[in-house]
Nanobody
Framework: QVQLVESGGGLVQAGGSLRLSCAAS????????MAWYRQAPGKQREMVAA???????YYVDSVKGRFTISRDNAKNTVYLQMNTLKPEDTAVYYC?????????WGQGTQVTVSS
């Protein structure tokens, strides 16, 4: 069982940056994949960024060149660096990891970008 706790969300002006963190209760060294999702009011949850164990990464077109997913195995933490934020990035952001075929989710952290 893995518990995930996100942090780093908040209110930022357009053009600003935030770094989201997702701290895992156990080792993430052997995870199959990690991802960040977001859900804006009235919209479906979408995958924003993902990284699989082989090293491949995926970014939704709207964040390419602005967001970067990474992890620190020593700290059991997954990150999402978000730069040049836009009002349309406003959403609740969720961390997801897949370990031994099981999905684990964090509770979400709110990101609000003002224009």
């Amino acid at each position: 069982q893995v518990q995930l706790v996100e942090s780093g969300g908040g209110l930022v002006q357009a053009g600003g940056s935030l770094r989201l963190s997702c701290a895992a209760s156990g080792s993430i060294a052997s995870i199959d994949a990690m991802a960040w999702y977001r859900q804006a009011p009235g919209k479906q949850r979408e995958m924003v960024a993902a990284s699989v164990s082989g090293g491949s990464t995926y970014y939704v077109d709207s964040v390419k060149g602005r967001f970067t997913i990474s992890r620190d195995n020593a700290k059991n933490t997954v990150y999402l660096q978000m730069n040049t934020l836009k009002p349309e990035d406003t959403a609740v952001y969720y961390c997801n990891v897949v370990l031994r075929g099981k999905n684990y989710w964090g509770q979400g952290t709110q990101v609000t970008v003002s224009s």
